[in-house]
């Protein structure tokens, strides 16, 4: 017999997923197929010139740096200052993960962080947020304003501007605010930007913009995917970067660890981040398909909530979520709960742009109907 121990999955949330099979089969009964808007998992192809860079690196037997190759830590530093005008970032403070779904679930831990900390997660939020919290046994709390902690000293604030499931922006001064009180508070800020190539109504600024961080990184962390700009979800691959003296000590604990990414996935990521092209093709690709879910939803009597960036339409019939969900499902659509996301999120339902065009029109006559 295994003798008692704590299991770490007691830890953690039910698996929320499991509570729309129901509506999952219900939206896979409609003659036409189901029209599944609940994950945002991209299905657009992956770019050619970034499969060459994969191939290209194909017969590399060796294991690959944890810091990731030099190459790919300056391709960095060159995307993000082109496209997000993120200038002063050195290509020392750029460390390669393995996705940032991993990094996120990991970061409390990482930094050393445990049942005396405090981490705040945004009100509706990436589950992952708290699973990273738990998983550290760290004290959590939703707010999206600074006042609403009080006295409280926090370890880790999170960050996600544009947000998953809202869409939602947060401004110059909201962002500096938070730095500013991080930094009377000794806390750390975790800024997960991996929407913020993907704007349509507001224009999304990084932590580490000169007009929030005053060129200061200090106590600053900006996560970067390259899975929904890139459709590169199935790589796992994304970097961190900001205050280079964290960067080294993540580099430090994740060397031991082994935490890599794989030198070809490195080599398409370098691909990837040097050209911004296939980027701006797959943010269109983006824009025209919530064009025509937007209408489409506000015709059939939704109203959408923020949803000025990212891939998700904050959407509610001004009822319960799982009424929303059903009556989606009648007509062959699935979407995400907002109870998945926060208590606060229980009138809306998140409905994901990553579809194929033709199961977006299809999406949209069902809605007409
Ligand atoms: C807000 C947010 N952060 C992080 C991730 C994780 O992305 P990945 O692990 O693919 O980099 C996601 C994925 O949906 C997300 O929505």
Not at 48 to 57: N, T, V
Not at 88 to 94: C, H, K, P, Q
Not at 220 to 229: D, F, R, Y
Request: net charge negative.
């Amino acid at each position: 017999m295994i003798r008692d121990r704590v299991r770490v999955s007691s830890l953690l949330p039910d698996f929320p997923w499991d509570t729309i099979a129901g509506a999952k089969a219900r939206a896979a009964a409609h003659p036409d197929g189901i029209v599944d808007l609940s994950v945002g998992t991209p299905v657009d192809p992956v770019d050619p010139l970034i499969r060459a860079a994969l191939d290209s690196a194909a017969d590399v037997p060796g294991y690959p740096a944890t810091y990731g190759t030099p190459e790919l830590r300056e391709a960095a530093v060159a995307a993000v200052a082109r496209r997000f005008g993120m200038s002063g970032i050195d290509s020392d403070a750029v460390l390669p993960v393995i996705g940032t779904k991993e990094l996120i679930a990991g970061l409390p831990r990482l930094l050393g962080l445990g049942a005396a900390d405090l981490v705040v997660i945004p009100e509706v939020a990436y589950p992952t947020y708290e699973v990273g919290a738990l998983l550290s046994g760290s004290r959590i709390l939703r707010a999206d304003g600074m006042t609403r902690l009080g006295p409280e000293s926090p370890a880790l604030i999170y960050l996600n501007s544009p947000s998953n499931p809202t869409g939602r922006v947060l401004g110059i001064d909201h962002l500096r605010k938070v730095v500013s009180f991080a930094r009377e508070r000794g806390a750390i800020v975790a800024s997960d930007e991996c929407y913020l190539g993907l704007t349509w109504d507001a224009e999304a600024v990084s932590i580490l913009d000169p007009r929030v961080s005053d060129g200061d990184h200090t106590g600053l962390l900006a996560i970067h995917s390259l899975s929904k700009t890139s459709n590169l979800a199935s790589y796992r691959a994304g970097f961190v970067t900001g205050d280079v003296e964290l960067i080294r000590e993540l580099l430090e604990v994740r060397k031991h660890s082994g935490m890599m990414v794989p030198y070809p996935i490195q080599a398409a990521m370098t691909a990837a981040l040097a050209d911004d092209r296939h980027e701006a093709q797959q943010r269109e690709r983006y824009r025209a398909r919530r064009e025509v879910l937007r209408k489409a939803l506000v015709e059939a009597g939704f109203r959408i909530d923020h949803s000025e960036a990212g891939l998700y339409l904050w959407s509610t019939r001004g009822e319960d979520c799982r009424t929303t969900l059903d009556w989606l499902a009648e007509r062959g659509i699935l979407a995400a709960p907002g109870d998945f996301y926060g208590p606060t999120g229980t009138q809306h339902v998140r409905i994901a742009l990553t579809a194929t065009d033709e199961r977006i029109a299809a999406a949209a006559v069902r809605l007409s109907a």
